[in-house]
């Protein structure tokens, strides 16, 4: 997915797109907000997809500055009713956690309708041994 989007030939067209996976809502000084999603008829993203992302195409992206860099993302994972409004404010609260658990971290929040959430935060360095051991329920 990373691969596709950098590859895209100008800034205005790598502006607000990823892939026909995802858009960019908003990008400026060190903040960034995405979405990620696939329409009909491609089917959906899987957690595993998204995780993946992160362990192997994000890095690459960062890699590219060629100098060291801290990322610290929130990932939220909404379920399909909640208003847009309320996935909003938890991407800043998961964004916030990121940082303040550390940084460098990935601060994923699921959502359900009901506006619980559960939230994990873990150091980029240990989210390929999480992705080894995890399975989804759709792996099971």
């Known amino acids: 997915m990373g ?8 800034p205005s067209q790598r502006q607000n797109k990823l892939d ?15 979405v990620l999603y696939r329409n009909q008829p491609e089917p959906e993203l ?27 993302v929130g990932f939220v994972w909404a379920a399909p009713n909640v208003p847009q409004r309320d996935v909003l404010q ?6 916030k956690s990121a ?22 935060v873990c150091p980029w360095r240990f989210l390929s041994v999480f992705a080894a051991v995890w399975r989804s329920p759709s792996e099971s």
């Open 20 to 34: 026909g996976e995802g858009r960019i809502v908003y990008a400026g000084g060190d903040d960034f907000l995405g």
């Open 99 to 120: 940082k303040a658990n550390g940084r460098d971290r990935l601060a994923l929040r699921v959502l359900f309708n009901g506006g619980n959430y559960l939230e994990w």
């Open 46 to 72: 899987s957690p595993r997809e998204c995780l993946n992302w992160f362990i192997e195409d994000f890095p690459a992206i960062w890699d590219k500055h060629k100098q060291p860099i801290t990322v610290s």
């Open 3 to 10: 691969q596709k989007f950098a590859q895209v030939s100008t």
């Open 90 to 95: 938890h991407c800043r609260e998961a964004a």
